[in-house]
């Protein structure tokens, strides 16, 4: 879902996309590849483990200035099984990846744009989500709807304390 998210985005003459995942060797061919498809975007490959607070600090402070859209669209889906034969580890890395690490890349991107006052518009944040979050009637879900929707909620929570975002979209 990732390639065709930024894919879209250089179909409409995106100037610069930055792709972000922990896999540096498949960032680094899929950007090729697109560049390859869309010459008049720059690809920007970078490798980053949302879960970790320095790589996203390091990942902002890499790119100069601010995006003007952020798209979120990692993920974590501890094996299903009944919920008492889950894996409490597998089951909380759920919460990290999906709550914490969503968490960080957001406030991260927010911290960064509201260090760079000369920009004339504010961010977009978005989000993508899972049905599973707005419904819990799955056989053996998993942390996935838990952790998922209550990311969805943080999301609606940021627009009450700082003005400065122009939309959160949840999709």
């Not at 993508?128 to 943080?154: C, E, K, W």
Request: glycine share 6%; hydrophobic share 45%.
């Amino acid at each position: 879902m990732g390639i065709a998210i930024c894919r879209s985005f250089a179909v409409f003459k995106a100037a610069q996309d930055v792709m972000v995942g922990r896999n540096e060797a498949l960032l680094q061919t899929t950007a090729a590849e697109l560049a390859v498809e869309h010459p008049e975007t720059k690809f920007t490959p970078i490798a980053a483990d949302i879960f970790s607070e320095a790589n996203i600090e390091r990942l902002y402070s890499s790119l100069g200035a601010s995006p003007a859209v952020l798209v979120k669209n990692a993920g974590y889906m501890p094996v299903p099984k009944p919920f008492i034969d889950m894996n409490l580890d597998d089951w909380w890395a759920g919460f990290q990846i999906n709550v914490y690490g969503s968490v960080n890349v957001t406030l991260t991107y927010l911290r960064h744009r509201a260090a760079q006052p000369f920009l004339n518009s504010p961010g977009v944040v978005i989000t993508l989500n899972t049905i599973a979050a707005y419904g819990y009637d799955l056989p053996n879900p998993s942390s996935l709807p838990f952790s998922r929707h209550l990311n969805s909620q943080v999301l609606l929570f940021i627009p009450f304390h700082w003005r400065r975002v122009v939309g959160l979209a949840n999709v």
